[in-house]
């Protein structure tokens, strides 16, 4: 069975400018998390989608948003690139639909704002 | 405001010793707990993970111990190898905090193991 993927492995952006990140889960699951990790703050939650519905959201500002397709394949946009969002964002999914599960890991997409 | 502490940055072994990864959380609403690894340039693979309603889980050179009294919880890697090298990290989710909790992962901030030949 096939991990997590992610697309683009690495990107760089400058400040203004928007981005969008890709994430396709392991075949048959339905939850999408995503997290990003930065030196300083470590792995931080910033959603989770079921269904095409957001479940759950972490506490980061509205330029931060994401959607899931009907084949649960995930995206998340942030818009008015920062410097500070620089960062490895990872998405991870799950089969299970209750609120505590193993999560498996894609292995990140890099962006770095100039 | 951590809620997930791994108060060692770095752990330091010999091959063929056991390694003892530490954790500690505050938030009592949390009842499940996981342990990752993680190399660079890739995403966490997870270990093993626990619930609350036991006090010990193993696979294979792996075990998890948890103590809800003290909300502290430890990883130990008997017998540790070079390529056991990597960051751990822990984390936690709760099912009693309802949908606030939903694919929602705490990890703390890591503890970089070197396990030397």
């Known amino acids: 069975k096939a991990g997590v993927t992610q697309t683009p492995r690495y990107l760089i952006k400058t400040r203004g400018q928007q981005v969008t990140l890709s994430c396709s889960p392991i075949s048959g699951h339905r939850s999408v998390s995503w997290y990003q990790q930065t030196p300083g703050q470590g792995l931080q939650f910033l959603f989770e989608?079921?269904?095409?519905?957001?479940?759950n959201k972490g506490n980061f500002p509205g330029r931060f948003s994401g959607r899931q397709f009907s084949n649960s394949r995930s995206e998340m946009n942030v818009s008015t690139l920062e410097l500070g969002d620089s960062a490895l964002y990872l998405c991870?999914?799950?089969?299970?639909?209750?609120?505590?599960?193993?999560?498996?890991f894609g292995p990140g997409t890099r962006l770095t704002v100039l | 405001d951590q809620q997930v502490k791994q108060n060692s940055p770095s752990l330091s072994v010999q091959e063929g010793r056991i390694s003892i990864l530490n954790c500690d959380y505050t938030n009592s609403m949390f009842d499940y707990f996981l342990w990752y690894k993680k190399y660079p340039a890739e995403g966490p693979t997870f270990l093993i993970s626990?619930?609350?309603?036991?006090d010990k889980n193993e696979d294979g050179r792996f075990t998890v111990f948890l103590n809800k009294s003290a909300k502290h919880l430890s990883l130990h890697i008997v017998p540790s190898q070079p390529g056991d090298s990597a960051v751990y990290f822990c984390a936690a989710s709760g099912r009693r905090a309802g949908g606030t909790s939903y694919g929602k992962l705490t990890f703390g901030q890591g503890t970089i193991l070197t396990v030397h030949p």
């Open positions: 991870a999914s799950s089969g299970l639909a209750g609120a505590y599960n193993e999560q498996f």
């Open positions: 626990i619930s609350s309603i036991k």
């Open positions: 989608y079921f269904s095409e519905t957001q479940r």
